[in-house]
């Protein structure tokens, strides 16, 4: 069974874009040392320091379809017709976009909500992993029990305003194992499980409670973002 979990970049202050949807000061980080870490579509490339790029590593290695959100989907232009993580997209609608589907890309519109979005994500990624974002999806994710995960790229900048990551919550306190703490340059990895956790040969490993479901979120908020510079 898939497992599921979100992960954005997020200011000091809670915030993963500004007013204008720009990311700017929180995607930093992916520009901001030497080591390369190809992405999984070739198109692109980080440069980021060594703690980081074992974290998005990580996550490359586990990520097996997306969920997204429709203001993310149109954010980003569609990704040009592939996502970055080279990984199915299920994206969450009321109206599919003209000129969409297409045969050459991998996306599914979805306009029954976000149960069947989750679910259609799990069929495809296997025994992989189900990565949700924008804001909006993942709080209805949140509030409806179906992260098991939560990873927040903690940059310190304060936007002052913009989108929330964690806004419109439901059934709060929340409360969460965790944080393991990876600090990278000019980032922190926050890593927060619904169940319990397991390390092993200092590789995070993710162990949940019998019954419950079981979801890790790799880093799928990547710079595949258009309006992300130094990626490519
Ligand atoms: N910092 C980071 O790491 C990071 C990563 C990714 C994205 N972002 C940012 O996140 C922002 C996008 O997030 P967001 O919270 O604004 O929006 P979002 O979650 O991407 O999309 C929300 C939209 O999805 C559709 N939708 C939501 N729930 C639905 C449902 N139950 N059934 C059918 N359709 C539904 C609606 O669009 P329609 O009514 O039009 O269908 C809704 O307006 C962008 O600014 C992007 O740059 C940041």
């Given at each position: 069974?898939?497992?599921?979990?979100?992960e954005?970049?997020?200011?000091?202050?809670?915030f993963?874009?500004?007013?204008?949807?720009e990311?700017?000061?929180?995607?930093?980080?992916y520009?901001?040392?030497?080591v390369a870490?190809?992405?999984?579509?070739?198109?692109?490339?980080?440069?980021?320091?060594?703690?980081?790029?074992?974290?998005?590593?990580?996550?490359?290695?586990?990520?097996g379809?997306?969920?997204a959100?429709?203001?993310?989907?149109?954010?980003?232009r569609?990704?040009?017709?592939?996502h970055?993580?080279?990984?199915?997209?299920?994206?969450v609608?009321?109206?599919?976009?003209d000129?969409?589907?297409?045969?050459?890309?991998?996306?599914?519109?979805?306009t029954?909500?976000i149960?069947?979005?989750?679910?259609?994500?799990?069929?495809?990624?296997g025994?992989?992993?189900?990565?949700?974002?924008?804001?909006?999806?993942?709080?209805?994710?949140?509030?409806?029990?179906?992260l098991?995960?939560?990873?927040?790229?903690?940059?310190?900048?304060?936007?002052?305003e913009?989108?929330?990551f964690?806004?419109?919550?439901k059934?709060?306190?929340?409360?969460l194992?965790?944080?393991?703490?990876?600090?990278?340059?000019?980032?922190?990895?926050?890593?927060?499980?619904?169940?319990?956790?397991?390390?092993e040969?200092?590789?995070?490993?993710?162990?949940?409670?019998?019954?419950?479901?079981?979801v890790?979120?790799?880093?799928?908020?990547?710079?595949?973002?258009?309006?992300?510079?130094?990626?490519?």
């Open positions: 069974m898939a497992t599921v979990g979100t954005m970049s997020m200011s000091l202050d809670g993963i874009a500004d007013p204008s949807d990311v700017g000061p929180l995607f930093a980080w520009g901001n040392g030497d870490v190809p992405m999984p579509d070739p198109r692109w490339t980080v440069r980021t320091s060594e703690a980081s790029a074992r974290h998005l590593r990580d996550g490359f290695t586990r990520i379809a997306l969920v959100g429709r203001r993310w989907f149109d954010v980003a569609g990704w040009d017709g592939n970055p993580m080279g990984v199915p997209v299920f994206v609608t009321h109206t599919a976009p000129g969409w589907p297409r045969d050459d890309a991998p996306f599914t519109f979805v029954d909500g149960d069947s979005a989750v679910a259609q994500a799990k069929a495809a990624a025994e992989k992993l189900v990565g949700v974002a924008g804001a909006n999806i993942a709080q209805q994710c949140l509030n409806a029990g179906l098991d995960e939560i990873v927040v790229n903690l940059v310190p900048v304060l936007l002052g913009g989108i929330r964690f806004d419109n919550l059934g709060t306190p929340v409360e194992k965790g944080p393991r703490v990876i600090e990278g340059t000019g980032v922190t990895h926050l890593h927060c499980f619904s169940g319990s956790l397991l390390v040969e200092g590789v995070l490993r993710s162990v949940f409670v019998p019954g419950a479901s079981r890790f979120v790799p880093c799928f908020a990547f710079p595949g973002h258009p309006r992300v510079r130094g990626g490519g």
